[in-house]
T-cell receptor, first 115, second 112 residues
Framework: DAGVIQSPRHEVTEMGQEVTLRCKPI?????LFWYRQTMMRGLELLIY????????DSGMPEDRFSAKMPNASFSTLKIQPSEPRDSAVYFC?????????????FGPGTRLTVL | GNSVTQMEGPVTLSEEAFLTINCTYT??????LFWYVQYPGEGLQLLLK?????DKGSNKGFEATYRKETTSFHLEKGSVQVSDSAVYFC???????????FGTGTQLKVEL
């Protein structure tokens, strides 16, 4: 079974540009999580969805960040406009309520660099 | 609120050395505890977990025991290998919850 798929793996953009990160969760998983990893702040939960509905977005840093999940197999995290301090590795993770929902399966991450 | 504190790295060991990475936590109720591992260039993977006091999680030679009295979940391995070089994250989730709270991660480097 394919794991969590993220694209792109690497993104380099200039300050002010819009960035869209994509995630395909494991088929059948009904929870999806977006995390950000930086050296300074470690691993932070940004937002998570259950059955495509955002449940907790308290970790989203500011209005420049938005996340959507239009269907069970796809989610996006958008940053508009991007800033250099957004440079980080962004992970998507998924899990299923059929098992322990705190066992999460992570994608390989998107390394974002904002110049 | 919940929090996880783990020892700072990097930790550098010789192959076959004994490994301990300390982890303590603060949480309400009875959380589940986890160790996740991140190999270079990859996402996090669950290494082991324990869901109640005195439980021992184990996998790939790694072990950790849920100690409620000391609010700790230290990771140990008797003989590390070069292939164990990675970043190790301690984490917790509240009982029945979906959110994980991670520690800052500890980088382990194993040399020949």
């Amino acid at each position: 079974d394919a794991g969590v798929i993220q694209s792109p793996r690497h993104e380099v953009t200039e300050m002010g540009q819009e960035v869209t990160l994509r995630c395909k969760p494991i088929s059948g998983h009904d929870y999806l999580f977006w995390y950000r990893q930086t050296m300074m702040r470690g691993l932070e939960l940004l937002i998570y969805f259950n059955n495509n509905v955002p449940i907790d977005d308290s970790g989203m840093p500011e209005d420049r960040f938005s996340a959507k999940m239009p269907n069970a197999s796809f989610s996006t995290l958008k940053i508009q406009p991007s800033e250099p301090r957004d440079s980080a590795v962004y992970f998507c993770a998924s899990t299923t309520s059929s098992g322990p929902t705190d066992t999460q399966y992570f994608g390989p991450g998107t390394r974002l660099t904002v110049l | 609120g919940n929090s996880v504190t783990q020892m700072e790295g990097p930790v550098t060991l010789s192959e076959e050395a004994f490994l301990t990475i300390n982890c303590t936590y603060t949480a309400t109720g009875y959380p589940s505890l986890f160790w996740y591992v991140q190999y270079p260039g990859e996402g996090l993977q669950l290494l082991l977990k324990a869901t109640k006091a005195d439980d021992k999680g184990s996998n790939k030679g790694f072990e950790a025991t849920y100690r409620k009295e000391t609010t700790s979940f230290h990771l140990e391995k008797g003989s590390v290998q070069v292939s164990d070089s990675a970043v190790y994250f301690c984490a917790l989730s509240s009982r029945g919850g979906n959110k994980l709270t991670f520690g800052t991660g500890t980088q382990l480097k194993v040399e020949l």
